[in-house]
Nanobody, 127 residues
Framework: QVQLVESGGGSVQAGGSLKLACAASGDIEFAACMAWFRQESGKEREGVAAIGNDDSTTYPDSLKGRFIISKDNAKNTLYLQMNTLKVEDTGTYYC?????????????????????WGQGTQVTVSS
C-alpha cells in the first residue's frame, strides 16, 4: 500500500508563505484524486484543495487564489503552496489519495472520498 509523508510545515507570521510537500512511496498516478485537508484541534477536518490525475484542480472559494495545489508525477510528490497566510490557516495539514471522483470531479469536500492519508504536518500562523 502506498504511504504518504508530509513535510514543510512550520511557524510563520501572518502574510507569509509556506509550501507543503507530500511524498508518496509509490506511483501517485494510481490515484484518481489527491487532496490536502487541514484540521484544528477540536474541529472537523476540512478540505483545502484537490487535484486529479488529469491535473484538474478544485478549491473552496474562500481559499481560491491564496492556495495552489500541484503535483510532480516524476517525483511522486504532491504540493500545496500557501500564500498570504492568515492566523485562521493554523492547523495540521494532511495529504490524501483517493480512487474515485464525485460526479466526475475531484472533490475536497469530504474526507470520506479519500482512503490513504499521511500523518500530517503542523502549520502555525501568528499575528
Amino acid at each position: 500500500q502506498v504511504q504518504l509523508v508530509e513535510s514543510g510545515g512550520g511557524s510563520v507570521q501572518a502574510g507569509g508563505s509556506l509550501k507543503l510537500a507530500c511524498a508518496a512511496s509509490g506511483d501517485i498516478e494510481f490515484a484518481a484524486c489527491m487532496a490536502w485537508f487541514r484540521q484544528e484541534s477540536g474541529k472537523e477536518r476540512e478540505g483545502v484543495a484537490a487535484i486529479g490525475n488529469d491535473d484538474s484542480t478544485t478549491y473552496p472559494d474562500s481559499l481560491k487564489g491564496r492556495f495552489i495545489i500541484s503535483k510532480d508525477n516524476a517525483k511522486n510528490t504532491l504540493y500545496l503552496q500557501m500564500n498570504t497566510l492568515k492566523v485562521e490557516d493554523t492547523g495540521t495539514y494532511y495529504c490524501a489519495a483517493g480512487y474515485v471522483r464525485v460526479s466526475g470531479v475531484c472533490s475536497y469536500v469530504s474526507p470520506l472520498n479519500y482512503k490513504t492519508w499521511g500523518q500530517g504536518t503542523q502549520v502555525t500562523v501568528s499575528s
